[in-house]
């Protein structure tokens, strides 16, 4: 079976459980000093050429992404109102305004007879809500094309439904139904016919194929996760299983340092736009920097030159007078006096890219401010990165498994699916002889947390935190207001296929949601990564868990933009045996409570979402010979009341997200399955 290259438009992986589907009202939006709120809508764009556009644009992009039958496209979106007002220039609307941006649907190319109608896949699967029906094909009439899908089944069922046609970066990649529509028994035959005349028949098969194998002995243990858990919850419960299974595991502590959950303190002084100034301790907040404040105060007398002295903490900004006593000193001068200062703890930078001609009025003193607002008993050091190393034999002999979650800070689930695995893959070793088989034979790494920093921030002060928390941007950038938009896409920061390769899904600018970084690598979150990959040779198979959305996907995963041109295929044999251990996977997962991953989301990144510049999956690939895998956790939900499917965002209530963990672990568990059983076919 040859799998289309459908992609989803290229987009930018993303953020929490901001719930919010309504645009932001005006009495929402922040002072100067503060973040704009940021809330989780669903816009609608025309086409996928629009789509392009907002990726390009750095929006903030989810994962999940569903193209409608009129040819428009609908994306979850992590917006605040001044970024929506940035989007709808681009073509974009909220999906509860209605169409009134969308395109029709295309209409067909006069053809002097019937086009040809290829059936690449057609598969049915059964969840806990019911039959499902999953069709791709294509058609030689490409986009213009109108397919119709029909299909018969058992017990006389019968249904009919429109195929949405996929056009990225200017590439026809097929027709497919928009998300697996429902069915009242089990498909058995469709056709798919065209508007042109068109027609094809076929046999509809199985998704994901057979059952589940329970190989797990009476008495197996599951069920180990109860909350969400912060870094330093996530860190104690991997020490504590180490400490309680010493035969079977070991720490390993990751060389490279992150940032730390820490700031420099920062304060805004005056209005902006034009007479504004701001801030910025030289010491981070929690070392010094918290402790700071900045008076500007007008001398009360005539003739007097600008001056800024320093008696201890305080920095005290005396204004210049005319012979009037009027205040002349300028934003512009006040930033040069302060940086002119000898021993003055604080740089002064003008806001955004006002130049400063205004002048400043007098300020009360005003304390500066990381604006962190965890508790204190969450370190702001820069953090060490913990791996729990699981296997009977830790010697490099066994094939080895890389699991690690949460490059992306807001994705709270993800740590759950690795440490509901860990626990289960340690409690039950002397009481299920398969458990006991996958630690004799494999090397298990678990890696709660890429990125400890970003996942505090989202924690305790923004729960749509992607990146992690270290500044890269000019002082243009960087006044408090900008908080939120800092870090790096670690999930971007990788080496091959990357923006600096000219890759597409990748930002350069500093505050969009994929910022790749200022050079690969440049992260210590990415170094982790890629030092266990190193170190450890014997790893030949990784798992890469995000959420949310419901995807299962692998390299290639990015294309240059012009042509198309995606990083080297898998060969056949390797892509069929991506294929096929994935299917084996994906049965653990529906096996826990009926939840399938989509056969139209399993497949290549390229083929089944969007080209994401820089991943860590195709570095493990490419440079290392890891079969790299990629976890969405999260699938859509079926509303049997409305017909629909319903996305569950980044931190859904934790009874949801408590079962994502569950069914994923489960997947992940069959992965280790599969190294188990592996011989290298490469």
Same mark, same amino acid.
């Given at each position: *079976?040859?799998?289309?290259? $459908? ?43 629009? *789509? ?132 009242? $028994? ?42 969400? *858990? ?28 992150? /940032? ?38 007008? &001398? ?27 205040? =002349? ?11 002119? =200062? ?41 953090? #060490? ?17 890389? %699991? !690690? ?46 990125? &400890? ?9 923004? @729960? ?20 939120? /938009? ?6 971007? @920061? ?29 992260? &210590? ?17 990784? *798992?890469?868990?995000?959420? !949310? ?19 080297? #295929? ?11 251990? %994935? ?18 989301? =399993? ?23 890891? !079969? ?10 079926? /509303? ?43």
């Amino acid at each position: *079976m040859r799998r289309l290259q $459908a992609s989803a438009a290229v987009l930018t992986l993303t953020l929490a459980t901001l719930t919010v589907a309504q645009p932001p009202t005006p009495a929402a939006v922040a002072g100067p000093a503060d973040p704009e709120p940021a809330s989780l809508v669903t816009l609608s764009v025309p086409d996928r050429a629009a *789509m392009e556009r907002l990726v390009a644009s750095g929006a903030d992009l989810t994962h999940r992404v569903r193209s409608q039958p009129d040819g428009s496209v609908q994306v979850d979106a992590v917006v605040t109102p001044g970024e929506l007002d940035g989007l709808r220039a681009l073509g974009a609307t909220l999906a509860a305004e209605g169409p009134s941006a969308r395109r029709g649907r295309p209409t067909p190319v006069p053809t002097a007879g019937r086009d040809q109608v290829v059936i690449e896949r057609a598969v049915w699967f059964r969840s806990r809500d019911g039959y499902f029906l999953s069709v791709e094909a294509s058609s030689s009439l490409a986009q213009a094309a109108t397919l119709t899908v029909s299909w018969r089944g058992k017990q006389g069922s019968a249904g009919q439904a429109e195929l949405v046609p996929y056009v990225d970066a200017g590439a026809y990649l097929g027709h497919q139904l928009s998300t697996p529509v429902p069915a009242a $028994a089990r498909p058995e035959w469709i056709t798919v016919t065209s508007a042109a005349g068109g027609k094809a028949d076929a046999r509809v098969g199985e998704w994901p194929g057979g059952e589940a194998p329970d190989r797990r002995a009476k008495g197996y243990r599951t069920d180990f996760v109860t909350q969400y *858990m912060p870094p330093d919850q996530l860190n104690e419960r991997i020490k504590a299983l180490h400490k309680e299974f010493p035969r079977l595991t070991e720490l390993v502590t990751l060389p490279y340092p992150t /940032n730390g959950y820490r700031r420099k303190a920062q304060a805004l002084l005056g209005t902006p736009p034009g007479a504004a100034v701001v801030v910025t301790s030289a010491a981070y907040g929690s070392e010094g920097g918290n402790d700071l404040a900045v008076e500007l105060t007008d &001398p009360g007398a005539p003739g007097r030159a600008l001056e800024v002295t320093v008696d201890g903490k305080i920095i005290r900004v005396a204004l210049a007078t005319d012979g009037s006593g009027a205040l =002349t000193s300028t934003a512009a001068q006040v930033v040069a006096a302060i940086n002119a =200062t000898p021993g003055v703890p604080v740089r002064a930078s003008l806001y955004r890219t006002d130049p400063g001609a205004g002048v400043l009025a007098p300020a009360p003193l005003t304390q500066l401010s990381d604006f962190l607002r965890a508790p204190a008993g969450v370190s702001r050091a820069p953090a #060490r990165v913990l791996a729990l190393r699981i296997g009977a034999h830790r010697d490099g002999s066994r094939t080895g498994v890389l %699991a !690690y979650a949460q490059e992306h800070a807001r994705e709270w689930v993800a740590p759950l699916v690795a440490i509901e695995a860990a626990e289960r893959l340690l409690r039950n070793h002397d009481r299920d002889p398969a458990t006991r088989r996958l630690l004799e034979r494999t090397d298990v790494f678990i890696v709660p947390t890429v990125n &400890p920093d970003g996942a505090n921030y989202s924690f305790y002060d923004f @729960n749509g935190q992607r990146k992690n928390l270290t500044n890269h941007c000019p002082d243009s950038q960087s006044d408090p207001a900008l908080r939120n /938009n800092w870090g790096v896409d670690v999930n971007r @920061n990788y080496a091959v296929g990357s923006l600096s390769d000219g890759y597409f899904g990748a930002s350069a600018g500093c505050t969009s949601g994929t910022y790749a970084g200022p050079a690969e690598h440049s992260e &210590p979150e990415s170094r982790n990564v890629m030092w266990l990959a190193e170190r450890y040779s014997n790893i030949r198979f990784a *798992m890469n868990i995000h959420s !949310y959305g419901g995807y299962f996907m692998w390299p290639p995963g990015a294309y240059k933009l012009d042509g198309r041109v995606t990083l080297p #295929r898998p060969s056949p044999r390797e892509e069929a045996y991506f294929l096929e251990s %994935a299917r084996t996977i994906e049965r653990a997962i529906a096996a826990e409570r009926g939840t399938v991953v989509w056969p139209q989301q =399993t497949g290549p990144v390229t083929d089944v979402l969007y080209s994401a510049a820089g991943n860590s999956a195709d570095e493990l690939w490419y440079e290392h010979g890891i !079969y790299g895998w990629d976890f969405e956790v999260g699938a859509d939900l079926w /509303n049997a009341s409305t017909g629909a499917w319903e996305g569950v965002g980044f931190q859904p209530p934790f009874a949801e997200g408590h079962q994502e963990a569950l069914e994923f672990a489960a997947g992940l568990i069959a992965l280790i399955g599969v190294a188990a059983d592996h011989r290298d076919r490469r």
